[in-house]
């Protein structure tokens, strides 16, 4: 029988998750349970910012004391490291982050999330309880990752009447109240374009993008993060499709320019708007090591690359060339 390194140590302590992971019965379901009020504690005082922040911390502590167990202990995947369902149970707590979407002044008519069977057509996801069972989100399905333009192209094939106003956002950021509200208003005073609060514009200085923010203030590209509102009729989703297929597959991480440039192409003009609060961003998103900002050398980088190459393949249609 294996030797249990001792409580006494700090790391062993935080790898069991204060014992719990001696429990002689079901030691990742203590783990999880012993867990659950210190996440209710953080989200409750601290909010999702800290819930966050404290679920990347568990996680990278994790790796260490989990590393630290087995050297002492001399096993490997030893049962009593729960520290590991800790972190997991902090991040199954992320329903709170739809809240924004949930409590919005003009509510939506269906809220659907759309995931492909494996990020990045490596690591399969797996789908909380919470989430499968909801009644308020609707889970689209694909069996191919296509990259961030996913965000939309599920919703495109169950959506078809070409009137449908369709509003993407990321799920790292916390939206203000009136996002549905002044995006919808937005669209139905000018239904030929698309709207965003956050947009930029390619400028002729290297790499540079110059921000474009305001009411009703043209730009060439619509960032995804900032939510954006379209027309079903804005897309050709044949078009679409073919386009994914036919360019380089390092530009299916650079959703926000394969969006805004497929709709120009269609004659659908980009404006920003104005939100009456700002942005929450998550601090998971931008932690991520696999974030989109550090794709390909960076998004300016990788944006720049984009245009020249579809410039040269007169494909390019934001600034008015095709």
């Excluded at 909010?47 to 990347?56: N, S």
């Excluded at 409590?103 to 057509?121: G, I, K, M």
């Excluded at 000018?190 to 993008?209: E, M, R």
Aim: aromatic residues 10%.
């Amino acid at each position: 029988m294996t030797q249990r390194p001792p409580l006494s140590d700090l790391r062993i302590l935080l790898a069991t998750w204060f014992g719990s992971g001696y429990s002689p019965k079901a030691p990742g379901t203590a783990g999880s349970l012993l867990a659950l009020p210190f996440g209710w504690t953080i989200a409750h005082f601290g909010g999702e910012i800290w819930l966050g922040v404290a679920t990347i911390v568990a996680t990278f502590v994790g790796i260490w004391v989990a590393n630290v167990y087995m050297a002492q202990a001399g096993e490997h995947d030893p049962g009593p490291v729960v520290i590991d369902e800790v972190a997991g149970q902090w991040l199954a707590m992320l329903p709170l982050v739809l809240d924004a979407l949930f409590n919005q002044l003009t509510s939506a008519d269906a809220v659907y999330l759309n995931l492909p069977e494996s990020y990045r057509n490596r690591d399969v996801y797996r789908i909380p309880s919470w989430l499968s069972d909801s009644l308020q989100v609707t889970l689209l399905r694909r069996v191919d990752d296509l990259g961030p333009v996913m965000k939309i192209l599920p919703a495109l094939e169950v959506e078809t009447d070409p009137d449908t106003l369709l509003i993407t956002v990321d799920d790292d950021v916390r939206y203000p109240p009136d996002t549905i509200s002044a995006l919808q208003t937005a669209a139905q005073s000018n239904p030929q374009s698309a709207f965003g609060s956050k947009g930029f514009n390619f400028t002729n200085i290297g790499q540079h993008l110059e921000p474009v923010r305001g009411n009703h203030a043209s730009c060439h590209v619509l960032q995804g993060y900032g939510a954006c509102a379209y027309r079903r009729r804005h897309f050709d989703i044949d078009r679409l499709h073919f386009s994914l297929a036919s360019e380089p597959k390092e530009f299916r991480f650079s959703d926000d320019v394969i969006l805004s440039n497929h709709i120009a192409s269609r004659g659908v003009s980009r404006f920003t708007i104005k939100f009456s609060s700002r942005l929450e961003h998550m601090p998971w998103g931008d932690d991520d090591p696999q974030s989109l900002k550090f794709i390909e050398g960076g998004t300016h980088r990788r944006y720049e690359s984009m245009r020249q190459w579809l410039i040269k393949e007169r494909k390019w249609f934001v600034q008015g060339r095709g």
